[in-house]
């Protein structure tokens, strides 16, 4: 199995940007396909983005398409969600999530089988 951790939110103004990192090891990183998702108070938790283990397809909430990008680095077993013109309704706790190849979807949290703990981004305005 994999363990998650995640890293760098914070507190950034409307318009800013910050750059979201989750460590992964216990398994082949490579083997896994990755995943971010958000969960807002009193909101379910969402899905954000997604990379594909092998091809390295990406796919995007509408909300968040233009502004946000998922990408790996296999050498250094880590995932990033890069965030852009953050908005404050981005707010929420974020997570990783990663799926041995057993789903063939994405986008919906019965997808991943491991999870981070979620690190906190607030955007003010």
């Known amino acids: 199995q994999v363990q998650l951790v995640e890293s760098g939110g914070g507190l950034v103004q409307a318009g800013g940007s910050l750059r979201l990192s989750c460590a992964a090891s216990?398994?082949?990183?490579?083997?896994?396909?990755l995943g971010w998702f958000r969960q807002a108070p009193g909101k379910e938790r969402e899905f954000v983005a997604a990379i594909r283990r092998r091809s390295g397809i990406t796919y995007y909430a509408d909300s968040v398409k233009g502004r946000f990008t998922i990408s790996k680095d296999n050498t250094k077993n880590t995932v990033y969600l890069q965030m852009n013109s953050l908005k404050p309704e981005d707010t929420a706790a974020y997570s990783c999530?990663?799926?041995?190849?057993?789903?063939?979807?994405?986008?919906?949290?019965?997808?991943?089988?491991?999870w981070g703990q979620g690190t906190q981004v607030t955007v003010s305005s």
């Open positions: 999530a990663a799926d041995l190849g057993y789903s063939s979807s994405y986008d919906n949290e019965e997808d991943y089988d491991h």
């Open positions: 216990g398994g082949t990183f490579s083997n896994y396909h």
